[in-house]
């Protein structure tokens, strides 16, 4: 029976041409260790080219899914090897081929919840969690149902923002307990930081990550939503691919300074996302540019048009800059995010701007 299931689902794939037009992505041996059980689980790994599109994991999967008997569908996406470097040049970096498995969200694990949107950054201190707080209040004043779950487990910063000390309670019937969320500006929170002390840190492990991760949207009794909007750690570490395989993510928007330093974090954090098909909704460009309160003349402290001219580059929407405004710390360390504290200023009004735009995109009605 499965090796009858097997060869099913290799015919399945087999009608899957490969970009390259050289013929199908069986045939091109990019399909390897396929695995049949009797329950009618499936997996296998995909080869993936330099230049193969992300969606086409999600092609294979849907052949796979397609065939009698299949249960389940898991990919392992093998990542192209690095172009090795021309004219004798060293290879820096060093990099051998990877593998990262592709999504295979449980489902059904959000049933309420409509769209869930990550907000990630390259690197640290631009402002990650500054941007996922105000884009979730600036959606809750646009009439939305709006949750926020900080998946910055290191560094859980969500708390301080909106001025939550209170723990979770439980809700539900015994045998069937939820943790209930705490509600602040209209907006449901979950955060590691709701469960510790103040000065504990979080020390663990990757796998104990994917754990809390798994736990906040399996356990937690968010209702129904129109956005979950998830703050993730900075980088591509084991909170991002704990994300993409664990729920349908519907896009991720990245958040960068002006300048190249940081730009280039962003750049390799868009190429992550692609490889575990996940689109980018668009790029923020925050601190960009500081206005003299005495004198009205703008300063690029940290330069200018960075964050947007790598959208360019990459063929990204832009959704927006956000001034360097110290009314944004001053609004963070009162617990109230800026678009409420200070919603006629620059940044107040960026922010909102940036939602706005955001939202424009993500309800923008379909053809005909």
């Known amino acids: 029976m499965t090796e009858q299931l097997k060869h099913s689902v290799l015919a399945a794939l087999s009608n899957v041409a490969s970009p390259s037009g050289q013929g199908d992505v069986v045939s091109m041996g990019q399909i390897q260790g396929l695995v049949a059980e009797a329950d009618g689980s499936v997996r296998f790994s995909?080869?993936?080219?330099?230049?193969?599109?992300?969606?086409?994991?999600r092609e294979l999967r849907a052949a796979a899914g397609a065939v009698e008997g299949v249960t389940s569908v898991k990919v392992n996406v093998q990542l192209p090897q690095a172009v090795p470097p021309s004219h004798g040049a060293?290879?820096?970096?060093?990099?051998?081929?990877?593998?990262v498995p592709?999504?295979?969200p449980k489902a059904g694990l959000l049933p309420e919840v409509r769209t869930v949107i990550a907000v990630s950054s390259g690197k640290g201190g631009v402002g990650k969690s500054m941007v996922a707080?105000?884009?979730?209040?600036a959606l809750a004043q646009e009439g939305r149902r709006v949750g926020l779950l900080d998946a910055d487990i290191y560094g859980p910063n969500?708390?301080?923002m909106f001025g939550e000390k209170r723990q979770p309670g439980v809700t539900g019937e015994p045998g069937s307990e939820r943790i209930a969320p705490l509600e602040a500006h209209g907006v449901r929170l979950m955060s590691l930081g709701f469960m510790l002390d103040k000065d504990q840190p979080a020390i663990m492990r990757g796998p104990l990550i994917s754990g809390i991760l798994r736990q906040f949207l399996e356990q937690v009794a968010w209702g129904p939503l129109d956005y979950l909007v998830v703050d993730l750690p900075p980088g591509t570490g084991d909170a991002q691919l704990s994300l993409v395989q664990t729920i349908d993510l519907h896009g991720a928007v990245m958040v960068t300074t002006p300048q190249d330093v940081a730009t280039?974090?962003?750049?390799?954090?868009?190429?992550?996302?692609e490889k575990v098909n996940t689109p980018i909704l668009g790029i923020v460009e925050n601190m960009s540019g500081?206005?003299?309160?005495?004198?009205?003349?703008?300063v690029d402290i940290f330069g200018r048009g960075g964050g947007e001219a790598l959208a360019k580059e990459l063929g990204l929407p832009f959704l927006g800059r956000v001034p360097l405004d110290p009314r944004v710390r001053e609004a963070g360390d009162a617990g109230?995010?800026?678009?409420?504290r200070s919603p006629e200023s620059p940044a107040g009004k960026a922010l909102h701007d940036v939602a706005r735009v955001l939202l424009a995109s993500l309800e923008e009605p379909g053809p005909g």
């Open 336 to 340: 109230e995010p800026t678009v409420l």
């Open 90 to 99: 060293p290879n820096r970096g060093g990099l051998e081929p990877g593998s």
């Open 158 to 160: 969500i708390p301080l």
């Open 264 to 273: 280039g974090d962003v750049r390799r954090g868009v190429r992550m996302f």
């Open 290 to 298: 500081y206005e003299c309160p005495h004198c009205g003349e703008v």
């Open 46 to 57: 995909f080869h993936m080219a330099q230049d193969d599109p992300g969606s086409l994991v």
């Open 133 to 137: 707080t105000n884009l979730a209040v």
């Open 102 to 104: 592709a999504p295979t």
